[in-house]
């Protein structure tokens, strides 16, 4: 019984983070440039505010099942029992170093929201402003990315 709850739980883990990582990958790389050639800032802003939506749910997924998955695997390995072995210091490091980065990539990806979502509303209608967004807006783009290629990284390393 035990470990179809996991099997559960990691696959729920698994779906929402292809669903939020692939969603930030598509949307930065195919579906945003092309609407933005294509749309007015104020459908922009529609589509944007409806995907950073699906975006904080699938961050409040991740979260819990997470945290779920953290404290099942270090259950079934007997990790609170023998605090004193590598593999619970390797462990717990490489779970707070992907947890701190999984922290910075909402934290800029709650920034680049942000940013383009103020953009996108003082954009005049029916004006190409929106065409010409600020190059801060790229970076914390571009560092959303970086953080959650880190995320996938040590979640590789931490896979159990």
């Known amino acids: 019984m035990r470990e179809s709850v996991e099997l559960v739980i990691r696959s729920i883990h698994l779906i929402a983070a292809i669903i939020w990582f692939g969603g930030v990958l598509f949307s930065t790389f195919i579906a945003m440039p092309i609407l933005r050639r294509n749309l007015s800032s104020e459908d922009l802003l529609a589509v944007h505010n409806r ?11 991740l979260l819990t099942t997470g945290a779920m998955v953290f404290f099942i695997v270090a259950w079934n390995n007997g990790f609170f029992a023998q605090q004193n072995g590598n593999d619970f210091k390797t462990y717990m490091l490489t779970f707070v170093a992907k ?62």
């Open 51 to 61: 995907f950073r939506t699906w975006i904080r749910l699938m961050i409040h997924v």
């Open 99 to 160: 947890l701190a980065a999984f922290g910075l990539m909402a934290l800029f990806w709650g920034l680049y929201s942000s940013l383009y979502r103020r953009h996108l509303e003082v954009a005049p209608p029916d004006s190409e402003a929106h065409h010409n967004q600020s190059p801060y807006i790229n970076v914390w783009r571009g560092l959303t990315l970086i953080a959650g290629l880190m995320v996938f990284a040590l979640a590789l390393l931490v896979k159990n």
